[in-house]
T-cell receptor
Framework: EAQVTQNPRYLITVTGKKLTVTCSQN?????MSWYRQDPGLGLRQIYY???????DKGDVPEGYKVSRKEKRNFPLILESPSPNQTSLYFC??????????????FGNGTRLTVT | DAKTTQPTSMDCAEGRAANLPCNHS???????VYWYRQIHSQGPQYIIH???NNETNEMASLIITEDRKSSTLILPHATLRDTAVYYC??????????????FGAGTILRVKS
């Protein structure tokens, strides 16, 4: 089954303790991205990657890192989490081409709480 | 990117068609209309998209007006499981900066028995 898989689904951590949220897709998609969703602010893009070893900042990249060493994986890294990063996070993927018509496929989300 | 306007919420009786409107009066000729929905904190789910012609798939139909300034998503026989937030998104055809979607507030659709 074609899917985007995120782990973990729920995560509670303390301020400053480094964590990684994993994202993997099995559709051979070039494009992957991370969004966070907060009440009243909607979904906002954090980082994206157009292919292996190519990443770029989205709208709210502060406090996050990403890497794209393999096509299928796009982990989100919080080096020193803070309470304002408490949020619902989604990973997404799609095919990529300059003039390409391709829907984004989303994972089921990771609910992160930083205390 | 063109802005979209959707009603805040709508109700629909189970088994009836749900018609969700979207205004995108500033849409340009090379922008697509995409529809997604989100069921209670799950990941947004792709429904359908179109450029200027009406489109239909197994989930829904998309009707785009001739001037492309508005569209309607139609769920032909709504069920309780279609209760969700529905997002209408206008996205550029060219993806030099990646496949970014800008989500608005969407329409809360409540399907009632």
């Amino acid at each position: 089954e074609a899917q985007v898989t995120q782990n973990p689904r729920y995560l509670i951590t303390v301020t400053g303790k480094k964590l990684t949220v994993t994202c993997s897709q099995n559709m051979n998609h070039e494009y992957m991205s991370w969004y966070r969703q907060d009440p009243g602010l909607g979904l906002r893009q954090i980082y994206y990657s157009m292919n292996v070893e190519v990443t770029d900042k989205g709208d709210v990249p502060e406090g996050y890192k990403v890497s794209r060493k393999e096509k299928r994986n796009f982990p989100l890294i919080l080096e020193s989490p803070s309470p304002n990063q408490t949020s619902l996070y989604f990973c997404a993927s799609s095919r990529q081409g300059v003039d390409y018509n391709s829907p984004l496929h989303f994972g089921n989300g990771t609910r992160l709480t930083v205390t | 990117d063109a802005k979209t306007t959707q009603p805040t919420s709508m109700d629909c009786a189970e088994g009836r068609a749900a018609n969700l409107p979207c205004n995108h009066s500033t849409i340009s000729g090379n922008e697509y209309v995409y529809w997604y929905r989100q069921i209670h904190s799950q990941g947004p789910q792709y429904i359908i998209h179109g450029l200027k012609n009406n489109e239909t798939n197994e989930m829904a139909s998309l009707i785009i007006t001739e001037d492309r300034k508005s569209s309607t998503l139609i769920l032909p026989h709504a069920t309780l499981r279609d209760t969700a937030v529905y997002y209408c998104i206008v996205r550029p055809r060219r993806m030099e900066y990646g496949n970014k979607l800008v989500f608005g507030a969407g329409t809360i659709l409540r399907v009632k028995s």
